[in-house]
């Protein structure tokens, strides 16, 4: 859901940036390999049966190239400053 979400709000950059005259390449990065994998490949199978359509938007835009999307491990998330209490070592990492 968060990957979708990030997905989402990248594109309505894009498109405000693209009236105003502007083309930026947009890298997504997420630490989960199985919403990359479901992202990048059609996969259906009785573990997927649940997952939503927001899967399927991402991969549209995927696919259209709108996008790119690759790992980053958790170690090294930047956005990890902003959703989690890290501990000492990883703060005194990103201060």
């Not at 940036?17 to 996969?43: C, E, M, R, W, Y």
């Not at 999307?69 to 400053?81: E, H, K, M, Q």
Request: aromatic fraction near 10%; proline fraction near 3%.
């Amino acid at each position: 859901m968060a990957l979708a979400t990030s997905a989402r709000q990248a594109l309505w950059y894009i498109n405000g940036l693209s009236q105003l005259g502007f083309t930026i390449p947009v890298k997504l990065k997420a630490d989960n390999t199985s919403s990359i994998n479901i992202s990048k490949n059609l996969i259906n199978n009785l573990k997927t049966k649940h997952i939503d359509v927001s899967s399927y938007f991402t991969r549209e835009y995927l696919i259209c190239k709108s996008f790119t999307l690759s790992y980053v491990p958790t170690g090294r998330n930047l956005a990890d400053i902003m959703t989690k209490g890290l501990p000492f070592v990883l703060h005194q990492r990103y201060t």
